[in-house]
């Protein structure tokens, strides 16, 4: 019985052959591309339950996939995302997790190690599927919907599928040093955004938000129906929130 479809992008041929051996052996059914391009178009092509992506690759880099993969419509947006690194930089996870990412593994790696990590993304993903069902059938004025830890779903993660679902309510996010945020979606667009208790531009806070690596959300849904001058979408904001980033900018 397959627990899943995996999609391999790794380019090293026995780093590729080894891990999708192993992922095979452990019950998923394994797809291997090699260059992001050929990534990005397997993905939304195949629809698969987990993500496992080099961050060097011959052509673009892993961090490329990760922002087409979260802005892209559909379901495909929300797959678990495993970055395979060559070190243990911070910077370079704190870069992946800007992206999207939900999990880093550095090379090399024991198999034991990568199925772990897929089989907790899969999971995770069915949990995240199950609080979706529950966000769907709670009333506007009910209680918290979904509610979670940064560090295991990212706040790129969240704002996707509150796009994908075209949900509205009130996205609460608790960073370190009580550093906090509110987003305000409607129908799934961006109404209103504030850090720390100070209205800002939309995409100068998510910038300021997808760097926060460690934290909690919570996201109660909610009529929003007061007129609003404001309605960005999430998906545009965030990549060029990400796009700033990688320039060195807020």
């Given at each position: 019985?397959?627990?899943?479809?995996?999609?391999?992008?790794?380019?090293?041929?026995?780093?590729?052959?080894?891990?999708?051996?192993?992922?095979?052996?452990?019950?998923?059914?394994?797809?291997?591309?090699?260059?992001?391009?050929e990534g990005f178009?397997?993905?939304?092509?195949?629809?698969?339950?987990?993500?496992?992506?080099?961050?060097?690759?011959?052509?673009?880099?892993?961090?490329?996939?990760?922002?087409?993969?979260?802005?892209?419509?559909?379901?495909?947006?929300?797959?678990?995302?495993?970055?395979?690194?060559?070190?243990?930089?911070?910077?370079?996870?704190?870069?992946?997790?800007?992206?999207?990412?939900?999990?880093?593994?550095?090379?090399?790696?024991?198999?034991?190690?990568?199925?772990?990590?897929?089989?907790?993304?899969?999971?995770?993903?069915?949990?995240?599927?199950?609080?979706?069902?529950?966000?769907?059938?709670?009333?506007?004025?009910?209680?918290?919907?979904?509610?979670?830890?940064?560090?295991?779903?990212?706040?790129?993660?969240?704002?996707?599928?509150?796009?994908l679902e075209r949900?509205?309510g009130r996205l609460?996010?608790?960073?370190?040093?009580?550093?906090?945020?509110?987003?305000?979606?409607?129908?799934?667009?961006?109404?209103?955004?504030?850090?720390?208790?100070?209205?800002?531009?939309?995409?100068?806070?998510?910038?300021?938000?997808?760097?926060?690596?460690?934290?909690?959300?919570?996201?109660?849904?909610?009529?929003?129906?007061?007129?609003?001058?404001?309605?960005?979408?999430?998906?545009?904001?965030?990549?060029?929130?990400?796009?700033?980033?990688?320039?060195?900018?807020?």
């Open positions: 019985m397959q627990l899943g479809r995996v999609l391999l992008i790794e380019d090293d041929e026995w780093v590729a052959v080894t891990a999708g051996k192993g992922l095979r052996d452990a019950g998923y059914d394994v797809v291997v591309v090699g260059t992001a391009m178009s397997k993905a939304v092509e195949i629809d698969p339950d987990c993500i496992v992506c080099d961050v060097l690759l011959p052509d673009l880099d892993g961090y490329y996939v990760a922002r087409k993969i979260r802005t892209e419509p559909g379901a495909v947006a929300t797959t678990p995302f495993l970055f395979l690194t060559a070190t243990d930089d911070p910077k370079e996870r704190v870069q992946g997790f800007h992206v999207g990412a939900d999990a880093h593994l550095k090379k090399p790696f024991r198999l034991e190690e990568l199925v772990a990590q897929v089989n907790a993304l899969i999971e995770m993903a069915q949990r995240l599927r199950e609080r979706r069902d529950s966000l769907r059938s709670a009333p506007p004025s009910g209680p918290v919907a979904i509610k979670g830890d940064i560090a295991q779903m990212s706040i790129a993660t969240v704002l996707s599928i509150l796009e949900k509205s609460r996010l608790k960073g370190a040093e009580d550093r906090k945020s509110d987003i305000v979606v409607a129908e799934g667009l961006i109404v209103d955004v504030s850090v720390d208790g100070v209205a800002w531009p939309t995409v100068d806070a998510l910038g300021e938000v997808l760097r926060w690596p460690a934290g909690s959300f919570t996201f109660s849904p909610r009529d929003v129906s007061e007129p609003t001058s404001r309605r960005d979408p999430i998906g545009p904001s965030l990549l060029e929130a990400m796009r700033r980033q990688d320039e060195g900018g807020r």
